[in-house]
């Protein structure tokens, strides 16, 4: 999290335990559904920061 605000970057928080983000124990993460779950995440995170 730190490296992520020095370096400007967003930071896309996956694996087990991610306290800060609400029902991520729930998200979907492997195959074909969990692996475009995460795609659509990333590419959502990276349109915020171009937006802002």
Not at 26 to 42: D, P, Q, S
């Amino acid at each position: 999290e730190d490296t992520a605000k020095r370096l400007g970057a967003p930071l896309y928080q996956m694996g087990f335990p991610v306290y800060k983000v609400l029902g991520n124990n729930h998200r979907i993460t492997i195959g074909y559904w969990g692996t475009l779950t995460m795609i659509n995440e990333a590419a959502n995170l990276l349109a915020k920061e171009v937006h802002q």
